[in-house]
Each structure stands twice: as structure tokens, then as C-alpha cells.
């Protein structure tokens, strides 16, 4: 029902939060803003100026989480399981979670919006 989804996107809010937190811890409140918007799909922290400037010189894709970041993503979760001798099953089983994981992290938008 209503409830259930509610308490999944406060859980996914407070997981997102905690994100922002450990990135800040981990490359600083000057870099956050790019951090998150690479890692997190969150261009919501960046200036207008810094936003106009990825615009301008062509490299505002680097911010867009694409299909070819998240198969890197996934394929690094199944480098992992296949290196410590995991089974197939497992395997999938672990790829398929990592990568909803981080669809609900990153709020499961599309790669390109012209809103943000």
C-alpha cells in the first residue's frame, strides 16, 4: 500500500543522505556538489556556474549516469563473486541486487533531463 512505498523512499532518502555525508568526508565540501552529481545522479548541489560550465564545454554527459556506468557498476560486482569462486546463481543474484541498489540510491532517474 501507500505506507510501504512511503517508508522505502524515506529509507532510500536517508541512505542518499548518508551518501552525501560519507562523499563530503571523502573528497570535501568543494567537490561535493560534482561528487554527488557523478556518483549520485544528484545535480542538485551544483551552481548554476558550475553547471553552465559543464554545459559549455560539451562535457555535461560526464554527469549523467548512464547504461555504461551502471554495467561498469555491475560488472564490477561480477569480477568480485566470479574471483572468490562464487556460483553463477549467487553471481546473479548479487549483480541484479548491487544494480537495483543503486537504482534506488541514485532515484532511478534517466540519464538525461533537461530540468536538472
Given at each position: ?19 552525501e ?64 569462486g ?7 543474484t ?5 544494480v537495483?541498489?543503486y ?14
Amino acid at each position: 500500500g501507500r505506507s510501504s512505498g512511503w517508508w522505502f523512499r524515506r529509507a532510500m532518502d536517508g541512505l542518499r543522505d548518508r551518501a552525501e555525508v560519507v562523499l563530503m568526508e571523502q573528497v570535501g565540501e568543494r567537490q561535493l556538489p560534482v561528487a554527488s552529481a557523478i556518483l549520485l545522479g544528484d545535480r542538485s548541489l551544483m551552481g548554476d556556474d558550475v553547471r553552465d560550465a559543464f554545459a559549455e564545454s560539451g562535457a555535461m554527459h560526464l554527469l549523467a549516469i548512464s547504461g555504461l556506468h551502471v554495467g561498469i557498476f555491475a560488472a564490477m560486482f561480477w569480477f568480485g563473486c566470479r574471483l572468490f569462486g562464487v556460483s553463477d546463481r549467487t553471481t546473479a543474484t548479487v549483480v541484479i541486487a548491487a544494480v537495483v541498489s543503486y537504482a534506488c540510491l541514485t532515484g532511478g532517474r534517466p540519464s538525461v533531463r533537461a530540468s536538472n
